[in-house]
């Protein structure tokens, strides 16, 4: 159980194309999804949470205008990277916790979508 | 949340036990201790978490001390395919905006 899908796993496009990435809960409904991004040889950073019917919340730092996230259902969340450029190139990772568990319940992560932009 | 401690890399011969250690000497009270750990080019994957007792399951058996301090994370008979990151993460439980703050981890590497 518990299995969370992400869409890509991998994409290579050109500068100045917008990009979009799904995070699907196979098996689960998730309130709250998360977006995390990883450059080579660092850990994972919180870009932003997902909130199912809401507007995200993003971490300081992160461009809300560059990286939409829409969350429309219990069990999708889409993360579009706009207008990306090679800096945009990373390693972006989704997670999901089950929808009334309790906060201690642990997040479930995607495979990941390699993004590269040449 | 609390800051971890985590030894960057460690080794350990296929077969054997991999003990991690972890010391998260600020923690709190309400603070659960997670383990995750990523392969390499993959997501994390969940292993374990707990509060105060010692837990165990298919993957790992995780062991805190009483005054909850520090913590290890053991793999009973490690194989290749544990070859990984680990990463122990201190979270507060309850609702709200809880993404977790990865630290650097350590490098098990399983030597044949």
């Known amino acids: 159980g518990a299995v969370v899908s992400q869409h890509p796993s991998w994409v290579i496009c050109k500068s100045g194309t917008s990009v979009k990435i799904e995070c699907r809960s196979l098996?689960?409904?998730?309130?709250?999804m998360f977006w995390y991004r990883q450059f080579p040889k660092q850990s994972l950073m919180l870009m932003a949470t997902?909130?199912?019917?809401?507007?995200?919340?993003?971490e300081q730092g992160v461009e809300k205008d560059k990286f939409l996230i829409n969350h429309a259902s219990l069990t999708l969340s889409t993360l579009t990277v706009t207008s990306a450029h090679p800096e945009d190139s990373s390693f972006y990772i989704c997670?999901?916790?089950?929808?009334?568990?309790?906060?201690?319940?642990?997040?479930?992560f995607g495979d990941g979508t390699r993004l590269s932009i040449l | 949340d609390a800051k971890t401690t985590q030894p960057p890399s460690m080794d350990c011969a296929e077969g054997r036990a991999a003990n991690l250690p972890c010391n998260h000497s600020t923690i709190s009270g309400n603070e659960y201790v997670y383990w995750y750990r990523q392969i390499h080019s993959q997501g994390p994957q969940y292993i374990i978490h707990g509060l105060k007792n010692n837990e165990t399951n298919e993957m790992a058996s995780l062991i805190i001390t009483e005054d909850r301090k520090s913590s290890t994370l053991i793999l009973p008979h490690a194989t290749l395919r544990d070859t990984a990151v680990y990463y122990c993460?201190?979270?507060?439980?309850?609702?709200?905006?809880?993404?977790?703050?990865f630290g650097k981890g350590t490098h098990l590497i399983i030597q044949p």
């Open positions: 993460i201190v979270r507060v439980s309850g609702g709200g905006a809880d993404g977790l703050t």
């Open positions: 098996d689960f409904q998730a309130t709250t």
């Open positions: 997902s909130n199912e019917g809401s507007k995200a919340t993003y």
């Open positions: 997670s999901a916790r089950a929808t009334g568990t309790g906060g201690y319940q642990p997040q479930h």
